[in-house]
């Protein structure tokens, strides 16, 4: 039953080893976000796609990258994982890009950098 | 730009007891308000969502939430909290029409429930 899904639960890996997070979705929405969490802090969003249409925040570090192959699929590219990457990463997808929508996430991905 | 505020970032009741937690906005133009609780290592689950019909908003799992305008708040409340209540608890408010549905949460209450 699950609607969002991510991939894995938990990942390790080595500060500056490019690290890739994936989600896929079965409800067939046309946009996805990635948030950032850290440890007792809220969500913080990164990016979006409405459809095949990226959207970066302003804030959002050049490390971070992503990719949406198609509909059910997105990634998170790290391309040099430093010690404040570590973070709960949260995958969403919404049927539209209108407020009244809400979001659906994923479980999320616990990155650790070693 | 859109936020929201959430009171108390620790908050503690007994089982049984009435749940209250505190979410102030601010916003430019009619809001688009959402609850979400999130378990320990979990995703965010959607408990309401207020988009501008009924004010008293009915969610799952026995929580319900006001619109009032003009106090500007969308305070979370339950009854009688039940131990499996205990989670973070994030309100959210999202971008007018057309800002691409993006979320921008408070700062979480954390809720305890105590036998």
């Known amino acids: 039953d699950a609607m969002v899904i991510q991939n894995p639960r938990y990942q390790v890996t080595q500060f500056g080893k490019p690290v890739t997070l994936s989600c896929s979705q079965t409800l067939n929405h046309n946009v996805m976000y990635w948030y950032q969490q850290k440890s007792s802090q809220a969500p913080k969003l990164l990016f979006h796609y409405y459809d095949k249409d990226f959207n970066n925040e302003a804030d959002t570090p050049d490390n971070f990258q992503s990719r949406r192959p198609n509909t059910s699929f997105c990634f998170l590219d790290i391309r040099s994982p430093g010690l404040g990457d570590a973070a709960m990463y949260l995958c969403?997808?919404?049927?539209?890009?209108?407020?009244?929508?809400?979001?659906?996430f994923g479980q999320g991905t616990r990155l650790t950098v070693v | 730009a859109q936020s929201v505020t959430q009171l108390g970032s620790h908050v503690s009741v007994s089982e049984g007891a009435l749940v209250l937690l505190r979410c102030n906005y601010s916003?430019?133009?009619?809001?688009?308000l959402f609850w979400y609780v999130q378990y320990p290592n979990q995703g965010l689950q959607l408990l309401l969502k207020y988009t501008s019909a009924a004010t008293l908003v009915k969610g799952i799992n026995g929580f319900e939430a006001e619109f009032k305008k003009s106090e500007t708040s969308f305070h979370l409340t339950k009854p009688s909290a039940h131990m499996r209540d205990a989670a973070e608890y994030f309100c959210a408010v999202s971008d007018p029409p057309g800002g691409g549905n993006k979320l921008t949460f408070g700062t979480g209450t954390q809720l305890k429930v105590e036998l």
């Open positions: 969403a997808t919404s049927r539209t890009t209108q407020g009244r929508t809400e979001a659906f």
């Open positions: 916003s430019s133009v009619p809001p688009y």
